[in-house]
């Protein structure tokens, strides 16, 4: 069945550094890849998306890259700030999801520090 | 677009009693999800509606749980006889059929569920 994992958390950083965080994927077929954040007190957000290989998804200065010889949809941002501290979920959807519906990992918990 | 919303936003409750809660979709979006989300884990599907039919239940659906979406517009989420381990947060989410995997889910801000 599909699957994701991504790194676990919690990832604490200081401000203006590099972020990182792994994710990787199990899937039947060919899926297109998600990553949602979670503020505080927030429901889930869409951050991004790719929908086939080599495809870059980017928003806010975030990127992933679909990459689909080692199935991974890494996060990656250049220089976080403290807004970004949140819950970051990667997920994935293909036909053999009910309805589309998305598979998320756990989750990795981002504290930015000033 | 007036995002999803869902209500109560909180709930506690007495073991045994009955819940139930609701999510009114984005207006055109006709695909709804429900998931549960607990502590430190990723939102787990529930189930999902196509217009009003619901076409999938996933086996962490007990049989407690009921999930109904008359018209094809709002729907709601019962669970009965509650237990301790139901507490939790629950999404709704819904999307738009067209775009298939594409199509992104659009989140709720959920309901947190303790049941005491």
């Known amino acids: 069945g599909n699957s994701v994992t991504q790194m676990e958390g919690p990832v604490t950083l200081s401000e203006e550094a590099f972020l990182t965080i792994n994710c990787t994927y199990t899937a039947t077929g060919y899926p297109s890849l998600f990553w949602y954040v979670q503020y505080p007190g927030e429901g889930l957000q869409l951050l991004l998306k790719?929908?086939?290989?080599?495809d870059k998804g980017s928003n806010k200065g975030f990127e992933a890259t679909y990459r689909k010889e080692t199935t991974s949809f890494h996060l990656e941002k250049g220089s976080v700030q403290v807004s970004d501290s949140a819950v970051y979920f990667c997920?994935?959807?293909?036909?053999?999801?009910?309805?589309?519906?998305?598979?998320f990992g756990k989750g990795t918990s981002l504290l930015v520090t000033p | 677009d007036t995002g999803v919303s869902q209500d109560p936003r909180h709930k506690i409750t007495k073991r045994g009693q009955n819940v139930t809660f609701r999510c009114d979709p984005i207006s055109e979006h006709n695909r709804l999800y429900w998931y549960r989300q607990t502590l430190g884990q990723g939102p787990e599907f529930l189930t999902y509606f196509q217009n009003e039919a619901q076409l999938e239940k996933s086996r962490l659906l007990s049989d407690r749980f009921s999930a109904e979406r008359p018209k094809g517009s709002f729907s709601t989420l019962e669970i009965q006889r509650t237990e301790q381990g139901d507490s939790a947060m629950y999404l709704c989410?819904?999307?738009?059929?067209?775009?298939?995997?594409?199509?992104?889910?659009?989140f709720g801000n959920g309901t947190r569920l303790t049941v005491t």
């Open positions: 790719a929908t086939k290989a080599d």
């Open positions: 989410a819904s999307s738009s059929v067209g775009g298939g995997a594409n199509s992104p889910l659009h």
């Open positions: 997920a994935l959807s293909d036909y053999s999801n009910s309805g589309y519906a998305l598979n």
